[in-house]
DNA sequence: AAGCGTAATGTATCACTAAACATAACGCAA
DNA sequence: TTGCGTTATGTTTAGTGATACATTACGCTT
């Protein structure tokens, strides 16, 4: 029997601006809706919040319509949710990441070294 | 029209100790088969020496048969070739790596944002 | 014996990213 | 008007990995 080898890696949809869905920001969006807020959100994943508002940032500048609405003030300070768009993106990513999975297990089998 | 969204990512080959093989770490391979010498594979590609002995010892160590045997000494200070074994896991890993290519441009025609 | 170019390593510096701190602004509630 | 928790940002501090330096070992050649 061969050593344990496998195939790994990771993927990612990309703008034109750099890196717009990866997992983890993928991640941090479900935490987003379940929680009603970017920082809820980002302690709930041990994310710093500074970190976590810049990824928001750069998906919503990089969708054509934002993925995640924030309002601030008011009643429990404020708070953030994601758009139907969001869901559209989440739902996107976790497809692409899903056949990915299965190529590399596929991937992993056939390794003869 | 869509905004050009495009699915990208890595792939590389994992052992029990971390990754034995990357893009970077065969092309290294490769360019010690041309060059018959890591510092001459080094300078090649830009990469320090120190990072690419590293790299080698890493997949030497990593394998169940070297992938570089390497010399020291002698008409023209040494040297380094590519094993039979080294050949083989240049192959594999471009194997994968082409169909992991073919995923990507198939995977970022299906997205839709 | 001396010289050459490579392998083999240890140490230190640089670059980039993530995390930590530190405030300010906001808007509703009491 | 004060308090609260959130968004919004600037600044600073690690942590990590690559890169740069510096040095020794090696073995053939002349």
Known sequence: MAKAYRLRGRVWIEG????FLGYGRVVLLE????HGSISAAARS???????????VDSMNRQSREVVV???????????????????????????????FRDFL?????????
């Open 16 to 19: 034109p601006d750099g890196t």
């Open 31 to 34: 935490r987003i809706r379940e």
């Open 45 to 55: 994943m041990q994310m710093s919040y500074r970190h976590a508002w810049k990824l």
């Open 69 to 99: 609405e924030k309002s601030t003030g008011g009643r429990g300070g404020g708070g953030a949710i994601l758009t139907e768009a969001g869901e559209k993106a989440v739902a996107a990513f976790w497809a692409a990441y899903g056949d």
């Open 105 to 113: 297990a596929q991937r992993s089998r056939q390794l003869d070294l």
